[in-house]
RNA sequence: CGGGGUGUGGCGCAGUUUGGUCAGCGCGCUUGAUUUGGGAUCAAGAGGUCGCAGGUUCGAAUCCUGUCACCCCGACCA
């Protein structure tokens, strides 16, 4: 289409109102509903898929790099979870609690887990004996239960879907190796399959994980400008190990503790996909995380022969690799046009009488709303280059995006200003306290995100104290 | 947890200020016909004790009290 105008309605528009358009795509794509408990949802097929996508794809990156799965219990007693002084205060205030069995109190309550670092811990200091049973490389997926205040669909939700995974290693090195190691499957997998790029770094001390040594982080940018955690890996170093005695006995018979790692990825993955490829039309889904990548939707389909030919060329693309459907309902083609275009669906087919009679079918992509004729003899080589052409697309308007919203500020009026006027990423440089991290946050409501890997010299002294400077720092308000 | 907003057929809303004539609209749904290249048209239908619980009143969607849920903005967090 060559004008821009809105199709459809009942979405907000982008622009206008960034909230209330993300609870608007989340509606109309049918990823969701709400439950009869607050900040409990019920994922519809269409978002229960895409967290399938994700799944199946992080699992098999995982179980290349010899990851192997396993599932932990729900309930963790009161005295497991207070075994690590900082892991607890940490999580204390969002745990919730089972303290009846049946009509009986329990001895000792139990509170759901919010993450499953002590259940790991536990079962390690029983199974780990010698530097043989080194390395575990165990993950699990599973929900867990923290009692937010409050909650937004995907992206802060009391019980979320995840993975986690927890390793034990013989040494800190090997620990540190394995942390790197699954922060770069996380960035690869964002940037390669959600087509959303990342900013690789490490969490300063006051954003770190309770109980960690040292956390990493994918940070990227929604398209609002706000910033979204997208995923970590911890270093525990043997902090863990000391408080739950998971000690192995090493070639000279001496008495070790293991290095641990801890790293996730969640549902919230999917909120990250809407706010930073979705518009006005609603959802855009990159092609490789799509869990249906072609929409045909038959013109006239009542008439001699269209259907036949839809479900003849959903074959042919099914069998050449693709996942196809073809919207078979009786609503009139318009309505099925828009319908495809809130689910995100990356390539629409339209195949009606006059198409058949020259062979062709319409092809319209989802991320520009292209049009073009294809030849049905090609129809899969040309879904094939045009899916391949979304995928880097939408990676590429994402990143342009990113970088025309990412400012840097040389000192303290500058940064203000920035954060105020201009919603992104603020490169600045940061002496490394604490003091100075809190007195911004207090004073902007902006966060450190990270300390990137990729250091650059804004100036010779932090942005907020003037004091000489460590790290340059990615700041930003955060989901 | 603080501030703001909203709860009325499946969805979106009007009605609440001024209690009675208020169970209403649009969409969707069902059946039939005609349609189909950007949310088709006509006809005939079905569907709600107005979030919940008390109270005031001859009478409550409307007033009062309590309570629950959801949304938005903050503080805390993936």
Not at 223 to 233: E, P, R
Not at 473 to 479: E, R
Request: glycine fraction near 6%; hydrophobic fraction near 35%; aromatic fraction near 10%.
């Amino acid at each position: 289409m060559a004008d821009d105008k809105k199709l459809v309605e009942e979405i907000t528009s982008r622009d206008v109102d960034f909230a209330q358009w993300y609870t608007d795509v989340v509606k109309k794509a049918e990823l969701m509903a709400y439950s009869s408990v607050k900040g409990f949802m019920i994922f519809k097929p269409a978002g229960f898929a895409i967290w399938e996508k994700i799944k199946s794809e992080l699992d098999r990156r995982f179980k290349e790099t010899g990851v192997e799965n396993v599932y932990m219990p729900l309930l963790i007693p009161e005295g497991l979870l207070e075994k690590e002084k900082d892991h607890v205060e940490g999580f204390a205030p969002e745990v919730a609690w089972v303290t009846k069995g049946g009509e009986e109190p329990l001895t000792e309550n139990m509170c759901v887990r919010p993450t499953s670092e002590t259940l790991f811990c536990d079962f390690y200091a029983n199974e780990i004996q010698s530097y043989r049973d080194l390395p575990k490389l165990y993950n699990q997926w599973c929900s867990v239960l923290r009692w937010e205040k409050e909650t937004r669909p995907f992206l802060r939700s009391r019980e979320f879907l995840w993975q986690e995974g927890h390793t034990a290693h013989a040494t800190f090195e090997e620990a540190q190796e394995r942390t790197e190691q699954m922060l770069k499957l996380y960035a690869e997998f964002a940037e390669e399959v959600l087509a959303i790029p990342v900013i690789k770094g490490q969490k300063t001390e006051k954003e770190k994980f309770a109980g960690a040594e040292a956390t990493y982080t994918i940070e990227s940018l929604m398209h609002d400008g706000k910033a979204l955690q997208s995923g970590t890996s911890h270093n525990f170093g043997d902090g863990f190990a000391k408080a739950f005695g998971i000690q192995y006995t090493d070639k000279d018979n001496k008495l070790q503790y293991v290095h641990q790692t801890s790293w996730g990825m969640t549902t919230r993955l999917i909120g990250a996909i809407i706010m930073v490829h979705g518009d006005d039309e609603g959802l855009v889904l990159p092609p490789a995380i799509a869990p249906v990548q072609i929409n045909i939707i038959p013109i006239q389909q009542k008439k001699e022969g269209v259907l036949d030919k839809c479900r003849e060329v959903a074959d042919s693309l099914t069998t050449a690799g693709f996942s196809v459907k073809v919207d078979e309902t009786d609503k009139s083609p318009g309505w099925k046009f828009a319908e495809s275009e809130m689910r995100g669906i990356p390539l629409r087919i339209e195949i009606g009488p006059r198409d058949i009679d020259n062979n062709e079918c319409v092809a319209v992509r989802r991320d520009t709303r292209e049009k073009e004729n294809v030849s049905l003899d090609d129809i899969c080589t040309r879904a094939d280059e045009l899916l391949k052409t979304i995928q880097k697309d939408m990676f590429n308007r994402a990143k342009a995006h990113r970088e025309a919203h990412t400012y840097t500020a040389k000192d303290y009026d500058e940064f203000k200003d920035t954060i105020e006027n201009k919603p992104g990423f603020i490169k600045a440089m940061w002496c490394g306290d604490r003091a100075c991290e809190d007195k911004i946050k207090e004073e902007t409501t902006a966060t450190s995100r990270c300390i990137p890997f990729e250091q650059e010299r804004i100036s010779d002294v932090c942005v907020c104290c003037g004091k000489p400077a460590k790290h340059m720092v990615y700041w930003g308000k955060a989901y």
